[in-house]
């Protein structure tokens, strides 16, 4: 299975971002999907994650109410709408799969494959 994230740049405060997860060498329906980001000298946090099907999601505290994520299976593609960003969100984010397909936590452990990341930049 390999991850592949792209829709990072740079944008300034209050902006909008789009970050797209394509999936290849597997079936996305079979994990659950999640979003961590690593600002630098900073450790990895959890962003969002999504079950399976869709329907279970579980967001960060810092970015309730202003991030989205999605997924469509028959495209093997997740997505994490950004709004509002705000300049603490300057970060490399990472997609990342889990074999629990129902997990949404933010522990690491449980997540196995990870993309190569992208980085965000929320500047004026």
């Known amino acids: 299975v390999q991850l592949q994230a792209s829709g990072g740049g740079l944008v300034q405060p209050g902006g909008s971002l789009r970050l797209s997860c394509a999936l290849s060498?597997?079936?996305?329906?079979?994990?659950?999907m999640g979003w961590f980001r690593q600002a630098s000298g900073k450790e990895r946090e959890f962003v969002a994650a999504?079950?399976?099907?869709?329907?279970?999601?579980n967001y960060a505290d810092s970015v309730k109410g202003r991030f989205t994520i999605s997924r469509d299976n028959a495209k093997n593609t997740v997505w994490l709408q950004m709004n509002s960003l705000k300049t603490e969100d300057t970060a490399v984010y990472y997609c990342?799969?889990?074999?629990?397909?129902?997990?949404?936590?933010?522990?690491?452990?449980?997540?196995?494959?990870w993309g190569q990341g992208t980085l965000v930049t929320v500047s004026s």
């Open positions: 999504i079950g399976w099907s869709g329907t279970m999601k």
């Open positions: 060498g597997g079936t996305l329906s079979s994990y659950a």
């Open positions: 990342t799969a889990g074999e629990h397909p129902y997990y949404t936590g933010s522990s690491q452990v449980n997540y196995k494959y």
